[in-house]
């Protein structure tokens, strides 16, 4: 009786972010099967101990009827997380549309194709009233949970209107807002038709933060030429993520899950790519690189395998559509071209993996190989360090990842455009001396281990909760 008294009287923390860290589905009427996933976000606030979390957001899944919504906010509640319903034509105008064809491609100075943003820029207004109307759907349920004491803390570019309307309806609320992407040269940003509206929401946050330095002075310098305001940036600096990786590796799944995996591809060396089937990844890009370097040294051919694990995201996007379509055709030049009836060179899988065997994939992996062309921070490249402890691969990462001014030190940077460049680094990785593999492993190594996704999110949790609140400091006067 006594922990629970004590659970009750903790703070509680209200993380809100677009998706909740679960998938649903529908059995029936009125029961579900969730499905908890492990991203980076789930296992950082773990380590926010002093804190009760609760999460908002949008379940990802279309459910329009009432019975379906109470049965459905039910078992998330269990569980802690407090849903946002969003019906089709929002999902589609403010997820696939505004979140994820304006602002995503922008913020990874991704060009869309001429007509895509003709397109784009012809239901911009349309799109932009379907993002307010969701952050408003999204400020009311935060309302809804809100009490006084809580602290609030908003995540990414979908919520950006959130601070804002937030703070209109209680200015003494404490609360930050996290962006996970990168934020974008102002030169870039300020091609945005309705900039300066964002950028204004997101500045009645009390703390803002940001994966590295340069986002930060990207954002800073926005807000000093758009809006005419001076600052200095607030909040996070090179902050690294690691989610619970390491640990797992002890269990018997994962080592039993070494075991068959070594057996699988014996007498190969492996390379392996891990992201969400995702323009910002440089996909195509990894693959013309590993074509040319088989090109190049042909009596590698049949001594590596490159296994790419592309996680379809956003399957309703033209842009995504698009990719798959351009990175299978790749995947199947390449095969045809280098393959033998015994073997093909590359194993391109469109699907997760289970944790476990996510992890075992790490740990007997010798190249790593990232390419993003954008990369907010990039956690596949800490889950991969975090593996290495045995077998000391190499990590080859690029300087466009958030990662790289982290873990630039171990790792081979390459420009993920410059293909020869990328092919000489594959050719590097794989014949690189074991004195060298380990020296570099243990500078990545160290920044992992004490650069936790724990240790990021209780920084700035606690940062937040220091902050004195305007509205507070008004009285104070
Ligand atoms: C990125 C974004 C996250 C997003 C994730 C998956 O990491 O910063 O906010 O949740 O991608 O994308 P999805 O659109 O499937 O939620």
């Given amino acids: ?179 996970h992407t990168p934020f974008p040269s102002s030169e870039i940003y300020r091609t945005l038709p309705l900039r300066s509206e964002l950028l204004k929401a997101v500045l009645t946050a009390d703390l803002i933060g940001f994966h590295t330095y340069d986002y930060a002075r990207h954002f800073v310098s926005a807000c000093t030429r758009i809006l005419g305001l001076e600052g200095t940036p607030e909040g996070v600096e090179d902050q690294g993520k690691l989610t619970r990786v390491a640990a797992a590796l002890e269990t018997d799944m994962v080592r039993s899950h070494i075991q068959k995996l070594r057996g699988r591809f014996a007498g190969r060396k492996v390379m392996l790519g891990v992201d969400r089937l995702d323009m910002i990844k440089g996909i195509p890009q990894k693959l013309l690189a590993f074509e040319k370097f088989l090109e190049e040294s042909p009596e590698w051919q049949d001594k590596v395998l490159l296994v790419q694990i592309a996680v379809p995201t956003r399957t309703d996007v033209h842009e995504y559509q698009r990719l798959t379509s351009q990175v299978h055709e790749i995947v199947g030049r390449i095969n045809g071209r280098f393959g033998t009836l015994g073997t093909v060179p590359i194993h391109h899988l469109d699907r997760s993996l289970e944790f476990h065997e996510l992890c075992a994939l790490y740990a007997i992996t010798d190249v790593l190989l990232v390419t993003s062309l954008r990369d907010g921070m990039n956690l596949v490249s800490y889950e991969y360090v975090a593996c290495q402890n045995t077998k000391k691969g190499v990590l080859i990462l690029s300087e466009f990842a958030g990662a790289a001014q982290s873990l630039g030190a171990g790792a081979i940077l390459i420009n993920p455009w410059n293909i020869s460049e990328v092919a000489a680094s594959i050719e590097d990785a794989l014949t690189m001396k074991e004195v060298e593999r380990k020296e570099r492993h243990r500078h990545n190594f160290m920044h992992v281990t004490t650069h936790t996704a724990q240790v990021w999110a209780d920084t700035f949790v606690s940062e937040l909760n220091d902050t004195i609140v305007e509205a507070e400091l008004r009285t104070l006067r």
């Fill in 1 to 179: 009786a006594l922990s629970a008294k004590h659970v009750r009287e903790k703070q509680r923390l209200l993380v809100v972010a677009n998706r909740l860290p679960v998938s649903a589905t529908r059995k029936g009427e009125s029961s579900w099967a969730l499905e908890l996933s492990a991203g980076g976000l789930v296992s950082a606030l773990l380590g926010v101990r002093q804190f009760e979390t609760r999460w908002i957001g949008w379940p990802g899944v279309n459910v329009q009827d009432d019975k379906g919504q109470k049965s459905l906010s039910s078992a998330l509640e269990e569980k802690g997380f407090i849903p946002v319903f969003l019906d089709e034509e929002t999902v589609d105008q403010y997820y696939n549309g505004y979140c994820n064809n304006v602002l995503w491609p922008l913020f990874h100075y991704i060009g869309l194709q001429q007509e895509d943003r003709l397109a784009a820029t012809r239901s911009l207004q349309s799109q932009f009233s379907a993002y307010k109307r969701a952050n408003r759907l999204f400020a009311e349920v935060v309302l809804s949970q809100y009490q006084d004491g809580d602290v609030v803390w908003c995540h990414d570019y979908h919520l950006m209107f959130l601070p804002k309307f937030l703070k209109e309806a209680n200015s003494r609320m404490k609360l930050g807002w996290f962006l």
